[in-house]
């Protein structure tokens, strides 16, 4: 028996627009719903999912920290500050 070969998917890209990522997760939703895709394929489908969310959910967890700090700054000036992505020191 021989190994198939197989091309790893790039790991999920933070630069990708948030809209955009959405939008390749719901195609990806709708491909696998279709019950014409292998079982390889479905796994495929499947991974490049996992990213996409992975994605979406640290954008939305960013934009969290945006509003949140945008809130606690209404009783003083309005000012908004970067947030600090996971992994990254807060520059508070």
Known sequence: MSK???TAPPESDPAVPFEE???K???IVEAMESGEL???QLLSKFE???RLARTCQTQLEAAEVRVQ???QSLAGDLATRP???PGEE???
């Open 4 to 6: 198939s070969a197989k």
């Open 21 to 23: 990522a959405l939008q």
């Open 25 to 27: 997760l719901e195609s």
């Open 38 to 40: 292998s079982l390889e």
């Open 48 to 50: 490049e999912g996992a």
């Open 69 to 71: 700090r945008l809130e």
């Open 83 to 85: 947030a600090a992505l």
């Open 90 to 92: 807060a520059g508070a």
